[in-house]
């Protein structure tokens, strides 16, 4: 008996299911998303990543950051992430839009960095964190990322960027040195300030929002 129609019409369903299930239901529901135009702020959202933040979007992918962090803040019920004060709210699919590569990672080997720029503001805390984890966070098990600075002879004023004033004494630059971030650094730092997620789209408002937490109360990290 020749089963090749048979075997075809299988393969062709089995395809056929899968595609429908996994693309189109997917391109349906997300594929027609559009950022929201705010009146109020004359913007719309998810904003356009600025410039230097697109450039230090690929030192990020570069170095492997993602290999240890993670973009994606999960619904209460499905992780602490709420309670870890990773975000605000959960992270929805509007919140990637712009994006061309959406780094969402595999591994949390360390926090999740989607609200990182709401959380962090401080450009020196970068920096240092960079420079080396233990400064800011001992017992960190982030590997240092001193190749994204350099040390140059002061000419004329110092760099309102350099760092040496902050490091102890073990890191200290000869005299008349200065430590400062290179072009990969400070464009690193200005992706890691870009990224958060706090604009409540209409999709939003349905799900769960974190409590802010008590005035005087230190944030969790
Ligand atoms: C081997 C895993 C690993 C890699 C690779 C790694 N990190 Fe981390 N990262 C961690 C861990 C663990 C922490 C938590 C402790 C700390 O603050 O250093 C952390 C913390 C951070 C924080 C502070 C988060 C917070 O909530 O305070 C930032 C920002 C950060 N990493 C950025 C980066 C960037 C940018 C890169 C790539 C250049 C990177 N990390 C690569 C493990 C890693």
Not at 25 to 47: A, M, R, W
Not at 141 to 162: D, W
Request: glycine share 8%; with cysteine.
């Amino acid at each position: 008996m020749n089963r090749a129609p048979l075997i075809f019409l299988g393969i062709f369903f089995a395809l056929a299911f899968s595609w429908t299930g996994i693309v189109l239901t997917n391109q349906i529901s997300y594929g027609s998303l559009q950022p929201v135009y705010d009146e109020n702020e004359g913007k719309s959202f998810p904003l356009q990543t600025p410039g230097l933040a697109a450039r230090g979007k690929l030192v990020y992918e570069d170095l492997g950051c993602l290999y240890c962090h993670s973009q994606q803040v999960r619904r209460e019920g499905y992780g602490d992430d709420i309670e870890r004060g990773w975000g605000e709210r959960q992270s929805v699919a509007r919140d990637y839009i712009r994006e061309r590569r959406v780094l969402l990672g595999t591994m949390r080997t360390g926090p999740d960095l989607r609200n990182i720029g709401a959380r962090q503001t401080d450009t020196t805390w970068h920096y240092l964190h960079l420079y080396d984890p233990q400064l800011t966070s001992p017992g960190s098990n982030m590997p240092p990322f001193k190749f994204l600075f350099e040390t140059r002879k002061i000419i004329g004023q110092p760099s309102p960027k350099a760092i040496q004033s902050k490091l102890p004494a073990k890191y200290q630059p000869p005299a008349g040195y200065e430590i400062v971030p290179n072009e990969r650094g400070e464009n690193l730092v200005s992706y890691l300030l870009s990224l958060k997620d706090t604009y409540a789209y209409p999709e939003t408002k349905n799900v769960y929002v974190a409590p802010k937490p008590e005035a005087g109360k230190e944030e969790k990290k």
